[in-house]
């Protein structure tokens, strides 16, 4: 069964800092991996969609890798702004669409 | 506006009433989605229905029972509702393998 692990849980910067999300899956047999923003309260906003064949995508300040075969991805964020505070999710979908989340990592960015 | 919309964005009920979730996609997406966001903020899926056919059913009570009338709609009956049902609902859409979700189903069981 596929299990999706990420650390750290909550991580707190300085404006300005990059920094470093990681998502680990257990069962490398993913279509994709999804990047997901939450903002308290609210819904789910897809960042980045990296399909089982890609290595990284990119988009403005947000990079995501995979590395498929060791059931990783990173989540690189440059420049992090106030704005950027929010709860990240990583999920791979597998066979039927199915989706699976890990539990997220709780980033604050301090002015 | 394009997207998937869910109402009502909070619904707070006695223990042992029956509700509905109502979720609406206007992407023209073929996959729609329930998923359970607990308290630990742990989402995981319920349902999903592809044309009109349930594709997935995870292990939810079979109090939980998803209707879809058309392509564009996936609602959710809960019947009975218990205190453990209390969770944020999420409903989904997708069109091949990225998934699209709307804005959150803050139910609260009482």
Redesign the interface.
């Known amino acids: 069964k596929q299990e999706v692990t990420q650390i750290p849980a909550a991580l707190s910067v300085p404006e300005g800092e990059n920094l470093v999300l990681n998502c680990s899956f257990t069962d490398s047999a993913i279509y994709n991996l999804q990047w997901f923003r939450q903002d308290p309260g609210k819904g789910l906003t897809s960042l980045l969609l990296i399909q089982s064949s890609q290595r990284e995508q990119t988009s403005g300040r947000l990079n995501a890798s995979l590395d498929k075969s060791s059931g990783r991805s990173t989540l690189y964020i440059a420049a992090s702004q106030p704005g950027d505070s929010a709860t990240y999710l990583c999920a791979v979908t597998t066979g039927a669409n199915n989706l699976f989340f890990g539990t997220g990592t709780r980033l604050t960015v301090i002015p | 506006d394009t997207a998937v919309s869910q109402t009502p964005k909070y619904l707070v009920t006695q223990m042992g009433n029956d509700k509905s979730i109502k979720c609406e996609q206007n992407l023209g997406h073929d996959?729609m989605?329930w998923?359970k966001q607990d308290s630990?903020?742990?989402?995981?899926?319920m349902f999903?229905y592809n044309n009109k056919e349930l594709?997935?059913n995870e292990t939810v009570p079979n109090r939980f029972s998803p209707k879809s009338p058309d392509k564009a709609h996936l609602n959710l009956h809960i019947n009975s509702l218990e205190l453990g049902d209390s969770a944020v609902y999420?409903c989904?859409s997708?069109q091949g393998?990225?998934?699209?979700?709307?804005?959150?189903t803050?139910l609260t069981v009482l």
Request: hydrophobic share 40%.
């Open positions: 996959t989605y998923y630990k903020k742990f989402l995981k899926i999903s594709i997935i999420f989904a997708s393998n990225e998934q699209f979700f709307g804005p959150g803050r």
